[in-house]
């Protein structure tokens, strides 16, 4: 398998189940992010039933009291008493709307009802400046403040369905029974004791009376149906009392046409004040008990922000962690493709190269003679070859051993590197045989430049693992020819080159013979090398 796979599949290995990690972790904080809200809103939810609760239970309630008392005996003191309760209204009323989430978390329905309860409040400002101004003496602004009071119960009642917590959605069942029942029966008092005090000739209002017994049903179905909870048992149980039961047959008698005697009268009416006054506790209990579930809901909340934070940073730490780790594999497949490469390359360059000397082997030398013969332009360079042997070597490994033999290479090798020219190639052509091949040369340049080599030879003295000192000299054989591209063959000239060493050796050695100039060929003879042949030896 290639590096580059293993690269990616390594890359793969690592980042794959990131990657389905991340994604699980991005759903479980998306979820918890979408319960965090919901519990943010239901806190907001627990704060406005709580306040709105309080508002219809008790300082709309308060302000109607405050106001009939001033209204029945105008004097300092029930005019303080009057303008404390507005501004206990106004500052809750306040409070309430400060309380609301914002609009786009509330349904149309809710809107609508809060719309029409601002309405009904600046006909409670507009009702306060009439009877600053003494316009109800001898009448009752109540049914301004009723309405008040309905319209505040019914935006208490639309927000249920908004409400996502099953607790919060139960207490706000409980609130809302008891504020039906408690403002039932305030209707059926109120209609009720009015009818009795205006003796025999008084109207019944049934339309009234009736309305009062439906509220008071839906509030009872409320509490029943929709929970169980303690507040609701006493409700119940205290209703079931002898005295209650009583005075709700009073109630009915009433309804039916009947009138009781005085002593009935004085019964009932003080069953449905203690009644009343029963009911406003449980409400402003209920109330206190959403608002404590707010605030549990608040704690709720803020623990589920935190847990998201925690997720949050763990995913980044696992993030950075992971990009770490692959980056120090990538890291680590890189090194490991770059000593690949290295020991590849190390390799290559063994394959093409005399580990003894640091020269070409022939595999290598013909590689590049082919490359540089390749780049010569057509008809216009010559190309040389020179070729040269150590004199008497047999007899340097026979007397000083192998060693001082290989070592004696290395040193020659060495002394003619520096010597020919920077881009002459030059190979171990075999054993104590080297051979250079020189471009843009003429036989006589490259003879020049193998006397220099000769001289440096000999003039080198070369050390020996034994401590000896050994100094050796070399025969060269020159030839050379005008390159064409249609000729890439130089064996004809490695050819005459050995004519030329063996000339040498046999002219007693050490010393440098040029072989005959090859012309370039004639149109016969480039259509033979064309074709393959060789060097003509009969010339």
């Known amino acids: 398998m290639k590096f580059e796979t293993i690269k990616k599949v390594i890359l793969a290995a690592i980042m794959l189940p990131f990657v389905f990690m991340l994604i699980e972790g991005v759903v479980v904080i998306r979820a918890s992010v979408t319960q965090y809200r919901d519990l943010e809103k239901d806190r907001q939810f627990a704060d406005v039933l709580a306040r709105g609760g309080s508002i219809a239970a008790t300082e709309i309630l308060s302000e109607i009291g405050a106001t009939r008392r001033y209204l029945a005996r105008p004097n300092s003191g029930t005019a303080a008493d009057m303008q404390q309760s507005r501004v206990t209204l106004d500052r809750e009323r306040l409070a309430f709307y400060a309380s609301l989430p914002s609009r786009d978390a509330l349904d149309e329905g809710l809107v609508g009802e809060l719309s029409i309860l601002s309405l009904a409040y600046s006909r409670i400002i507009a009702a306060r400046s009439a009877v600053d101004q003494g316009r109800y003496t001898g009448s009752d602004p109540g049914s301004i403040y009723w309405y008040a009071a309905l319209k505040q119960l019914a935006v208490v009642d639309a927000l249920s369905p908004l409400i996502s917590d099953p607790v919060l959605l139960e207490k706000s069942n409980q609130l809302m029974g008891i504020l039906l029942t408690y403002y039932g029966e305030r209707l059926i008092t109120g209609v009720g004791t009015r009818y009795l005090d205006h003796g025999v000739s008084a109207r019944l209002p049934v339309e009234l009376f009736v309305q009062g017994k439906v509220m008071l049903g839906e509030g009872m179905d409320h509490m029943v149906f929709h929970s169980s909870a303690p507040i609701v048992r006493d409700i119940v149980a205290y209703l079931g009392r002898s005295g209650q039961v009583k005075a709700n047959a009073i109630t009915d008698?009433?309804?039916?046409?009947?009138?009781?005697?005085?002593?009935?009268?004085?019964?009932?009416?003080?069953?449905?004040?203690?009644?009343?006054?029963?009911l406003q506790q449980k409400m402003i209990e209920a109330a206190k008990d959403i608002h404590e579930t707010g605030e549990n809901l608040s704690m709720r909340s803020h623990i589920h922000l935190t847990r998201i934070l925690a997720l949050c940073a763990g995913l980044l730490i696992l993030a950075t962690l992971v990009m770490v780790l692959a980056a120090k594999g990538l890291r680590l497949i890189d090194r490991l493709t770059q000593d690949r490469e290295t020991l590849v390359g190390e390799l290559r360059s063994a394959a093409q190269t005399d580990l003894l000397t640091g020269l070409y082997n022939r595999r290598g030398f013909e590689v590049a003679a082919s490359a540089l013969l390749t780049q010569a332009e057509h008809g216009s360079r010559w190309?040389?070859?020179?070729?040269?042997?150590?004199?008497?070597?047999?007899?340097?490994?026979?007397?000083?051993?192998?060693?001082?033999?290989?070592?004696?290479?290395?040193?020659?090798?060495?002394?003619?590197?520096?010597?020919?020219?920077?881009?002459?190639?030059?190979?171990?052509?075999?054993?104590?045989?080297?051979?250079?091949?020189?471009?843009?040369?003429?036989?006589?340049?490259?003879?020049?430049?193998?006397?220099?080599?000769?001289?440096?030879?000999?003039?080198?003295?070369?050390?020996?693992?034994?401590?000896?000192?050994?100094?050796?000299?070399?025969?060269?054989?020159?030839?050379?020819?005008?390159?064409?591209?249609?000729?890439?063959n130089f064996e004809d000239l490695v050819k005459r080159a050995d004519l030329a060493l063996y000339a040498a050796k046999a002219s007693g050695r050490n010393c440098v013979v040029s072989g005959p100039t090859l012309p370039a060929p004639a149109q016969e003879e480039r259509r033979k090398a064309a074709s393959g042949g060789g060097f003509d030896f009969r010339k």
């Open 383 to 488: 190309i040389s070859v020179v070729l040269f042997d150590l004199d008497h070597f047999k007899k340097i490994n026979d007397v000083h051993g192998h060693d001082a033999g290989d070592a004696v290479l290395r040193q020659v090798a060495g002394v003619a590197r520096e010597n020919f020219r920077s881009f002459d190639l030059l190979v171990r052509h075999g054993g104590e045989e080297f051979l250079a091949l020189l471009p843009d040369s003429t036989p006589d340049d490259a003879a020049i430049v193998a006397e220099r080599v000769r001289l440096a030879i000999e003039a080198t003295e070369i050390p020996l693992p034994s401590g000896d000192v050994l100094k050796v000299t070399a025969s060269f054989g020159c030839a050379g020819r005008a390159n064409e591209a249609t000729n890439r």
């Open 253 to 278: 008698a009433i309804l039916a046409g009947s009138r009781p005697t005085w002593a009935v009268h004085d019964v009932w009416a003080a069953a449905q004040s203690e009644r009343m006054t029963f």
